[in-house]
């Protein structure tokens, strides 16, 4: 067989020259934007020389601190196949975080979205590798300094690019998980996992893309690579739908009824958000919703079946795995009344990844839907290890260790009971509680504080921040609330608060996290709502 190697450019070029008609909606203030894939090419390979011309080599990597646009697509296309790597900046991140994962990935060039100058300004003094800011859309206020403007740049150049023969093996893209304590750590996508999670994904067992299909691409592109879907739908010619910031439920219902599209993913907020503002919303082009980033409530299922006639389907997986790695999908031969309470689970592995349960020793647990361990998976587009981070507690031979608690059916299915350390997930998104309970703790009010993950109807899961006073000080949540809004992402704010006498702990004086959530659940907390 010939050896060439699995690369993005690859997949670039094949949808930009048989799928040339195929479209990219991009959703405005004043509606759609549509080009075609053979436009966005050509710009992407105006991009790919302009990078060039500022100095961008093989390797050198690229940010991007957008919104899901056309622009962000061609950086999607452009970056990895000149041979540079594609870092995807969160734009939800508090800035000390922003600012780390831009030096410690040593970007050089960051391409940001006019609107979200000024996020990144409240970083620009701290970044130390950067050496040019390229702003799509206009800076109104100037507040990023000296600045390249995008199509400048492209209108200097043509299209055409001579793009390098990529080895297989080579960086394409990262993207920074802060799963749970300290710094956040990086991913770096190769060619060769792209390429196979592409495939993966428009399989008939995933996702079932095809040139029939239009794509609402509503997963952030800063979010594990808006979960493949941009590559997997440019790759088959499927039409491509960006929302940029319009991502709450009206809207998304508004683009939703204009552009008609058959598939989208989300996480459960989001759909949440639909469901809530417009039950009335016209959502009948859309075949199948994938949804993840948290545990989808049964409940939300099948509300979309009721109101909408539209299936969702859960799926698993994490930064790590490219992500997706599961899907549940109903298995052939299941009794139809079992049908509902097999998409509810967590998923099945897609061919091509291993799963197993390990238990506290990282021994293998049975098959048998009883047996709980730790989630370890492995396969061609899971991570091997993190970038400049070693972090060898998180491999088991080979193995990466997800954080996750579950256990396994014999036909492979996997269902996901806790977490192992306390992360909290809202809204598809992670808090780290140790980190709010240090800054907390920080407070001269403040003897102990325990922060654990309580149910919300909107966001899945909110911190509950229980606080031990230290001898002689009275406790003003408000006053807390206020302390931590100046040291972590407004959104990481709890809501909910509670003064306990002490920290239950376990018998190596840990906090016992468990036995608070269970206080919560049995209304034996005293909390206030702020």
């Not at 790919?48 to 622009?71: H, I, M, P, Y």
């Not at 409530?297 to 997986?317: C, H, K, M, N």
């Not at 608060?497 to 018998?507: F, G, Q």
Request: proline share 7%; net charge negative.
């Amino acid at each position: 067989m010939q050896d060439v190697p699995l690369a993005i450019t690859s997949l670039f070029e094949h949808g930009r020259r048989i799928h040339a008609d195929s479209s990219v909606i991009t959703w405005t203030d004043d509606g759609p934007m549509t080009s075609t894939f053979a436009e966005v090419g050509d710009r992407a390979d105006r991009l790919a020389a302009a990078l060039t011309r500022l100095g961008v080599g093989q390797g050198d990597r690229v940010g991007t601190f957008c919104w899901n646009n056309q622009t962000h697509l061609e950086a999607y296309l452009a970056v990895p196949s000149m041979g540079a790597v594609l870092h995807t900046l969160n734009i939800r991140l508090f800035p000390e975080q922003l600012a780390y994962v831009i030096n410690h990935a040593a970007d050089k060039v960051i391409i940001v979205d006019g609107s979200l100058a000024p996020l990144l300004a409240k970083v620009r003094d701290q970044l130390t590798t950067v050496e040019h800011i390229v702003v799509s859309g206009a800076d109104a206020d100037g507040l990023l300094g000296q600045t390249l403007d995008y199509e400048t740049l492209l209108a200097s150049e043509r299209p055409g690019f001579e793009y390098p023969a990529m080895p297989e093996r080579s960086a394409a893209a990262m993207c920074y998980t802060s799963g749970t304590t300290g710094n956040p750590k990086g991913v770096t996508y190769s060619h060769r996992s792209t390429y196979l999670h592409t495939f993966g994904i428009v399989s008939a067992q995933a996702m079932a893309f095809s040139q029939y299909d239009r794509l609402l691409l509503i997963v952030p592109m800063f979010h594990a690579n808006a979960w493949g879907m941009p590559y997997a739908g440019w790759s088959v010619g499927a039409d491509l739908v960006m929302p940029q910031q319009f991502l709450q439920g009206a809207p998304l219902a508004e683009i939703i009824e204009a552009t008609r599209p058959t598939y989208s993913g989300a996480v459960p907020t989001v759909l949440n958000d639909i469901l809530h503002t417009r039950p009335d919303a016209d959502l009948s082009s859309l075949r199948e919703i994938v949804c993840g980033g948290s545990a989808v409530p049964r409940s939300l299922i099948e509300a979309f079946e009721t109101t909408y006639d539209v299936p969702v389907v859960q799926a698993w997986g994490m930064t790590e795995t490219s992500p997706l790695a599961a899907i549940a999908k109903v298995p052939n031969g299941a009794d139809p009344d079992d049908a509902m309470a097999w998409r509810a689970r967590t998923g099945r592995p897609l061919p091509g990844v291993q799963i197993r349960i390990c238990d506290d020793d990282g021994n293998p647990l049975p098959w048998d839907g009883e047996a709980q361990g730790e989630i370890e998976i492995r396969g061609p587009w899971i991570t091997g290890s993190y970038h400049l981070d070693p972090s060898d507690e998180k491999f088991n031979d080979g193995w990466l260790r997800t954080g996750d608690v579950g256990s396994m059916e014999p036909n492979g299915f996997i269902q996901i009971s806790d977490r192992a350390k306390d992360v909290i997930k809202s809204g598809g998104e992670w808090i780290s509680s140790v980190d709010l309970e240090n800054t907390l703790m920080g407070h001269p009010d403040v003897l102990e504080a325990a922060v654990v993950g309580v149910p919300d109807d909107r966001w899945d899961e909110r911190p509950l921040a229980c606080i031990v006073p230290a001898e002689g000080r009275p406790v003003d949540a408000g006053e807390l609330r206020d302390y931590l809004a100046e040291r972590v992402a407004k959104w990481w704010l709890p809501e909910r608060w509670a003064t306990i006498a002490e920290v239950p702990k376990t018998s190596v004086g840990k906090f016992d996290k468990k036995v608070l959530r269970q206080r919560y659940a049995d209304g034996e907390l005293d909390t206030i709502d702020l």
